[in-house]
């Protein structure tokens, strides 16, 4: 084995950089977890709707009922506060992972990269020695501190942010995105009362200035924060560029803090030792030194070490699975989620599910807010998956008012990065007669 | 450039060729580059010139109708009966025009639900007259009170006005109840109005202002162009087109679900109705002087033309409001009588009004970069 590749799986680092990122990574779900209950998102997210849209092959995922779903929500909580602390810090970050995920699992209405992101950072962290150090664990424990710990634990994370950001930026590579400034040239506009800036976000050029600089600094900035020499000025355009984000898109949540903090991680064991000493002398706390539990040399059990493989692997691949569909993606949607597409297109859509009876002849059509929460309507609109899953439940619920073999057809309308809208899925396809699979869907329409 | 046409194996040389791109653009674009559109003066003349004197009209409206129908229950007479009808006609044509802003003091003041619920349920409507006991401010009494039950108090089914007269003078309720939701209508509208206007609460001021510019969901053009499309669908197209042509209920017709079923003016409601949408679109006022609108807010956009053959969006959008416009002509009052005789031309409204939803809801909606969301939630 070549000499890089066994550093990577049994170098080692001081601990500190994984400690800094626990606080922070579990702080920062604990705010956010504070401020979904804060806003109502639990009841009305997760309780209120009648209908669930789970992934494909996580059908049997399913919302708990009413007080349940608090439950959950205080289990992500209270589990994010102790990887924080890091008092169990293993089992937490494991409940943290299994209530988080199986939350994002119940409707892809709801469907976020960021929460893509976190579930698989916190899945990472199940496996990092992260609470060995600074925590409720060492204090209790002293014998169990470990102030060394393997490099890959480290670079893991890097590597998990380098993906983020480097498929964020592949994916801008195309037409609409560079050639066309969609649909940046579409929602600059829309913010030009903002003081300052306003005037010049109607400005067609900074359309173009903006789309070329977000897609290069999705490109290259994991470059230049690997680099110690360029470290500086990048962690200063990390911060104005999500600052930016967040000033002219605040739909998008807590997202640019996360990456703000959690890029933190690419700054040397130094900066963060440094921090963890002057929170200690502020608190005065005296951590124990390297513990007695010296079960290693650091070196990765070899069934470690293929998760390590596969997981990379399978991150560096999932994004290209849609070059297995017919084109176009932005429009088919086919191996779309989970490749790190992040404010990546305008579209919008239309739908109208028309029934009919053969049994009796009779038509009519559904009115889709009598089932579907406003969200949920929007999301259907674009997106084939859903509009088939939903065509399957209005199936078995007109199937319960006594039709016996009900045909849904769906007649769509969709609106791609400022195109005028066109009709999106075969409205002659009985959608009842459908079936979800990872084969193309034969009944959407051509894009063009 | 077509989507999907990627050329991720050369980033840099893509970058150099839009650079170029860029600095070219800026030349070709003409006189319209950098057409800046005035939100705020498109706000205020929506504002102050469509909205305040729509909500106006209707108090004006209301309390003429409340006034005849004091004088009708002071003397039920015949001549009596015909104003205080007429005063219903005009006052619900004044709705017509505010219908597209069920947003702010009007979602406050539960405006439609005071004024518009229909149809009304009759057999409610004579339970709480018989009881003597009953509350208009409930949920429940929604279909038992508003524009639609005074049409049946007033006009009652099947029957000659020498029986409804007659109706009013053997039950002293039946007066009691008819002045009562003719109290509520008033009150309501004149809340909604006070609230709007700069001399009450002032609403057209916080919805002028700098903060609520923009095209989030807080924004007043969000928050417009979701009511108009949100009242667009559910009250306009559903509930006088779609429900009684059975488009929501597998082809069972409900006739007598129409607007006006016992007036029979349906379709002079439903004309006024889309007229002051396509107004709206157009900013214009009641009388037609034509100001900023969301066509020229559209053409400031430079909204969608992708194949050489179409339309311009904000023309495509007019075009699609005269179709409706058009089709509606076509069929005969009373609306259920053609309901019951010829659907297939209902049904034909109904379809257009549903591509004329399709252009408000998702292209002109998408152009402008508000997202119709009746719900707060986060997105990427």
Redesign the interface.
């Known amino acids: 084995m070549k000499p890089w590749v066994g550093n990577i799986f049994s170098g080692k680092v001081p601990i500190a950089p994984l400690v800094v990122f626990r606080i922070v990574f579990g702080g920062m779900m604990a705010i956010s977890t504070i401020r979904f209950m804060l806003k109502g998102w639990v009841a009305e997210l997760y309780i209120q709707p009648r209908v669930f849209f789970p992934f494909y092959g996580f059908e049997w995922v399913k919302p708990l009922s009413g007080i349940g779903m608090y439950f959950v929500f205080g289990l992500v909580l209270v589990t994010s506060l102790m990887v924080m602390v890091g008092w169990r810090y293993r089992l937490a970050a494991a409940l943290f992972f299994l209530s988080f995920t199986y939350i994002e699992l119940i409707d892809k209405t709801n469907y976020l990269n960021h929460y893509y992101f976190v579930s698989l950072v916190s899945f990472l962290m199940i496996f990092m020695p992260a609470g060995r150090h600074f925590s409720v664990d060492a204090w209790r424990k002293p014998s169990s501190t470990k102030l060394i710990v393997p490099v890959w634990s480290v670079n893991l994370l890097k590597f998990q942010l380098a993906v983020v950001y480097v498929f964020a930026g592949i994916a801008k590579l195309n037409g609409d995105w560079l050639l066309q400034a969609m649909p940046l040239k579409i929602w600059l506009p829309a913010k030009s009362h903002l003081p300052l800036i306003g005037p010049l976000l109607e400005e067609e050029w900074v359309a173009y200035a903006m789309s070329w600089g977000g897609a290069a600094y999705d490109l290259f900035i994991v470059f230049f924060l690997l680099n110690s020499r360029t470290r500086p000025v990048a962690y200063f355009f990390v911060i104005f560029f999500h600052a930016l984000t967040a000033l002219l898109f605040p739909a998008i949540g807590m997202f640019p803090f996360i990456m703000i903090l959690s890029t933190l991680i690419f700054f040397p064991p130094a900066f963060h030792e440094n921090v963890l000493n002057k929170i200690s002398r502020i608190f005065r706390i005296k951590w124990p030194s390297e513990g007695s539990e010296r079960q290693d040399n650091y070196r990765l059990a070899p069934v470690y070490k293929w998760f390590m493989v596969t997981f990379v692997c399978w991150q560096l691949l999932m994004p290209w699975r849609y070059l297995l569909y017919p084109a176009p993606l932005f429009w088919r949607e086919e191996g779309y989620r989970f490749s790190w597409r992040v404010m990546l297109m305008e579209k919008a859509g239309y739908v109208s599910f028309h029934v009919n009876d053969p049994a009796t002849g009779r038509m009519g059509q559904i009115a889709n807010h009598d089932y579907l929460t406003p969200q949920q309507e929007k999301m259907v609109a674009t997106q084939p998956d859903m509009i088939l899953q939903f065509a399957h439940f209005l199936a078995v619920e007109l199937k319960n008012q006594g039709l016996t073999d009900p045909e849904i057809r769906a007649e769509s309308w969709v609106t791609l990065n400022g195109r005028r809208s066109r009709p999106f899925v075969d409205p002659t396809v009985n959608l009842v007669h459908q079936q979800e699979s990872f084969l193309p869907k034969t009944w959407i329409l051509p894009a063009e | 450039?077509?989507?999907?046409?990627?050329?991720?194996w050369a980033?840099v040389v893509?970058?150099l060729a839009?650079?170029m791109?860029?600095s070219c653009?800026?030349d070709d674009?003409g006189p319209n580059?950098?057409d800046?559109?005035d939100?705020?003066g498109f706000l205020e003349h929506v504002g102050s010139s469509l909205i305040v004197p729509a909500y106006q009209e209707l108090e004006q409206k209301s309390g003429i109708l409340r006034d005849k129908i004091s004088s009708f229950i002071a003397s039920p007479e015949s001549s009596t009966l015909e104003e205080a009808k007429t005063a219903l006609f005009e006052a619900r044509i004044a709705w017509q025009y505010c219908s597209p802003y069920q947003f702010g003091p009007a979602e406050e003041s539960g405006l439609v639900s005071n004024l518009n619920i229909f149809p009304a349920d009759r057999s409610k409507i004579e339970r709480n007259i018989e009881n003597g006991s009953y509350n208009l401010g409930t949920l429940a009494n929604n279909d038992a009170k508003g524009f639609a039950a005074l049409e049946y108090l007033l006009y009652g089914k099947d029957v000659t006005s020498g029986e409804v007269i007659q109706g009013f003078a053997d039950q002293p309720q039946r007066a009691t109840y008819l002045q009562n939701v003719a109290e509520l209508i008033i009150a309501t509208a004149a809340e909604v109005y006070t609230a709007w206007s700069p001399d009450g609460g002032n609403y057209l001021g916080e919805f002028t202002s700098?903060g609520a510019?923009?095209?989030?969901?807080g924004s007043s053009l969000g928050k417009l162009v979701n009511a108009l499309n949100l009242s667009f669908e559910?009250n306009t197209r559903?509930a006088k087109i779609?429900i009684p042509a059975?488009?929501?209920?597998?082809?069972?017709t409900i006739p007598e679900a129409t607007e006006a079923y016992y007036a029979g003016y349906s379709l002079e409601l439903a004309l006024a109705n889309v007229d002051a949408y396509k107004k709206l679109f157009l900013g214009q006022t009641r009388e037609g002087v034509k100001g900023l609108g969301f066509d020229d807010y559209l053409k400031a956009?430079k909204?969608?033309?992708?194949s050489g053959s179409?339309l311009p969006?904000d023309e495509?959008i007019n075009a699609q409001f005269d179709a409706v416009l058009g089709f509606i002509d076509q069929i005969e009052n009373p609306l259920d009588e053609q309901i019951r005789t010829d659907n297939s031309r209902v049904q034909q409204v109904f379809a257009q009004m549903?591509q004329l939803?399709?252009?408000l809801?998702?292209?002109m909606?998408?152009?402008?970069?508000?997202?119709?969301?009746?719900?707060?939630?986060?997105?990427?």
């Open positions: 450039m077509r989507l999907g046409e990627y050329k991720k980033p893509l970058m839009g650079m791109v860029t653009g800026e674009n580059a950098g800046n559109f939100q705020k700098d510019l923009g095209a989030d969901a559910r559903d779609g059975g488009i929501r209920s597998l082809g069972i956009r909204a969608a033309t992708t179409e969006l495509a549903q939803a399709v252009l809801k998702t292209d909606a998408s152009a402008l970069g508000v997202v119709i969301s009746y719900q707060d939630n986060d997105g990427d």
